[in-house]
């Protein structure tokens, strides 16, 4: 059971024999995992590593606690297939806070020696500008500037990490000159990103992924949309996905024509509940 995928997959009837399957961040104990699961038709999930019983005593995940937990999920026909990293405080990614990068490091370390190929990460979200608008700046800290070698760094060690284990770091990082002037520094074929629409939010185009990050990259996909409503990264409205500034429907199809074999998971739906958004996805895979 472990590492497959479960019998009575929500999946079947893909469009052109798609191998584009849709998953959910989950957390929590198993029955609402499980609860969530069943009312979005899914059994596949991205794991909120802080929801396994013994990280907040550690403050990191190890393989011992998380085998029995994966394994109750998986005798409910509960797919863990990916694992969601605690985000990294902005003294961890400059450097000064050893012990939380420790955390990080053993938690990504502990995700690829338990089988789990994918880690969705939000590396820089520390750095982001949410109130105050900054024309070509999404980021507090941008390439060349102070400080920038520090993140570098980070990255050096994070990616170091996943390369050691074969683990997929998918990047959950908007800013497309960003993300390629990190790949430049840090090469490896385990640092890649997470396409999320979100990345309209601060100027950038959703509809072109394969040509923005390449498909040897995009390691995990989300879904969402919104409707911006002034030029600060929070002003938006959070918006059903067949409606919005973002064109799923072409996102979705960029991603099937290009044969991307991997997970796509819906989130920040404003009115939208899991179950029509996971519906709407499957009639377009």
Not at 180 to 192: F, K, M, Q
Not at 212 to 229: D, G, L, M
Request: one cysteine or more; glycine letters at 10%; charged letters at 25%.
């Amino acid at each position: 059971m472990l590492g497959k995928h479960p019998k009575g997959a929500y999946g079947e009837g893909r469009k052109g024999g798609s191998t584009l399957r849709i998953a959910i961040h989950a957390g929590g104990n198993v029955d609402q995992i499980v609860e969530r699961c069943r009312e979005a038709a899914v059994d596949e999930i991205f794991l909120d590593a802080a929801s396994v019983p013994g990280f907040a005593a550690r403050g990191h995940l190890t393989p011992e606690d998380f085998q029995p937990f994966r394994e109750i999920l998986a005798e409910r026909n509960i797919l863990v297939s990916g694992m969601i990293i605690p985000k990294p405080s902005r003294e961890a990614v400059l450097g000064q806070d050893e012990k939380g990068c420790a955390n990080i490091c053993q938690t990504l370390r502990a995700t690829g020696q338990s089988g789990i190929d994918t880690a969705l990460f939000y590396p820089l979200d520390s750095f982001l500008h949410f109130h105050e608008y900054h024309p070509g700046r999404p980021l507090i800290i941008m390439p060349g500037e102070d400080g920038w070698n520090a993140v570098i760094e980070f990255f050096r060690q994070v990616v170091g990490v996943t390369d050691e284990v074969d683990l997929k770091l998918a990047n959950h990082l908007w800013a497309v000159d960003v993300v390629h002037a990190i790949w430049e520094a840090v090469d490896s074929p385990n640092n890649g990103v997470t396409y999320c629409q979100g990345m309209s939010l601060i100027g950038e185009d959703p509809h072109t992924p394969i040509d923005t990050w390449s498909i040897e990259r995009i390691f995990f996909a989300h879904a969402r949309n919104q409707v911006r409503r002034g030029p600060c990264l929070m002003d938006h409205d959070e918006v059903p996905l067949d409606r919005g500034d973002v064109d799923m429907a072409r996102c979705v199809q960029a991603l099937t024509a290009a044969k991307y074999d991997g997970l796509i998971a819906p989130e920040h739906l404003g009115p939208q509940s899991m179950a029509d958004a996971t519906a709407y996805l499957r009639k377009l895979i």
